[in-house]
Antibody
Framework: EVQLVESGGDLVKPGGSLRLSCAASGFSFTSVWMSWVRQAPGRGLEWVGRIKSKTDGGTTDYAAPMKGRFTISRDDSKDTLYLQMNSLKTEDTALYYC??????????WGQGTLVAVSS | QSALTQPASVSGSPGQSITISCTGTSSDVGGYNHVSWYQQHPGEVPKLMIYAVSNRPSGVSDRFSGSKSGNTASLTISGLQAEDEADYYCCSFTSTSTLVFGGGTKLTVL
C-alpha cells in the first residue's frame, strides 16, 4: 500500500524559510516522479511543483508563484521527498500535500502538513 | 497559467446523471490528453477519480466517466448517490510542463 507521510509544517514569520519532508513507502520511490500540491484554508487546490525520477533526469518544474522561492528535491536513499520554501509570504499559508505524479496526474496523496505564515 | 474554469456548483437528485465542465485553452486542456479529476469530501484528502481524460484508477466506480472536446473537459457521474456529494476539481498538463487546477465545483445531491 502506498503511504506518504508529510512533516515539517509550522508557524513561520513572513520572509522566513521552512523545509517540508515526505516519507514514502509501499512502492519503488526511486522510479516514481513526485509532486507537491497545496490548499489554502477554505480554498481550492494549487499545484506547487514536480520532480522527475533520477532515471528520467531528476529535473524540476514549478508553478509560477513558487518559482525562485521553492525548491523540490529527493533523497532516494531515504525514500524521502523535500520542499524547501524560502521568502515565505502570508499567501503561502496552506495545507501542503505530498503526492506521486503519474500519467500527468496527482495519483496518490499524503495527509498533508500545515504551513502558517503570519507575523 | 490561469486556473481552469469550472462551474461553482452543480446539483442533482439521487439516480440522476450530472456533468461538470472544465474549460481551458489550447495550451492546456485542448493541447494534451492529460486531464484528471479529483473528488474531495469536507476535511478529507483529495482522491483521483479520472486520469488521462477518461481512465479510472483501480477501485473507482464506473459511474464516473470523463471526456474531452476541444478546450473543454467533462466529468459525468451517473446514478448519483448521496456519497457523491463533494467538491470536484479538474486538472490539466500545460505547455510549460506544469499542472493547473480548476477552481473546483461543489456537487450537491438533493
Amino acid at each position: 500500500e502506498v503511504q506518504l507521510v508529510e512533516s515539517g509544517g509550522d508557524l513561520v514569520k513572513p520572509g522566513g524559510s521552512l523545509r517540508l519532508s515526505c516519507a514514502a513507502s509501499g512502492f519503488s520511490f526511486t522510479s516514481v516522479w513526485m509532486s507537491w500540491v497545496r490548499q489554502a484554508p477554505g480554498r481550492g487546490l494549487e499545484w506547487v511543483g514536480r520532480i522527475k525520477s533520477k532515471t528520467d533526469g531528476g529535473t524540476t518544474d514549478y508553478a509560477a508563484p513558487m518559482k525562485g522561492r521553492f525548491t523540490i528535491s529527493r533523497d532516494d536513499s531515504k525514500d524521502t521527498l523535500y520542499l524547501q520554501m524560502n521568502s515565505l509570504k502570508t499567501e503561502d499559508t496552506a495545507l501542503y500535500y505530498c503526492s506521486t505524479y503519474r500519467y500527468s496526474s496527482i495519483y496518490n496523496w499524503g495527509q498533508g502538513t500545515l504551513v502558517a505564515v503570519s507575523s | 497559467q490561469s486556473a481552469l474554469t469550472q462551474p461553482a456548483s452543480v446539483s442533482g437528485s439521487p439516480g440522476q446523471s450530472i456533468t461538470i465542465s472544465c474549460t481551458g485553452t489550447s495550451s492546456d486542456v485542448g493541447g494534451y490528453n492529460h486531464v484528471s479529476w479529483y473528488q474531495q469530501h469536507p476535511g478529507e484528502v483529495p482522491k483521483l477519480m479520472i486520469y488521462a481524460v477518461s481512465n479510472r484508477p483501480s477501485g473507482v466506480s464506473d459511474r464516473f466517466s470523463g471526456s474531452k472536446s476541444g478546450n473543454t473537459a467533462s466529468l459525468t457521474i451517473s446514478g448519483l448517490q448521496a456519497e457523491d456529494e463533494a467538491d470536484y476539481y479538474c486538472c490539466s498538463f500545460t505547455s510549460t510542463s506544469t499542472l493547473v487546477f480548476g477552481g473546483g465545483t461543489k456537487l450537491t445531491v438533493l
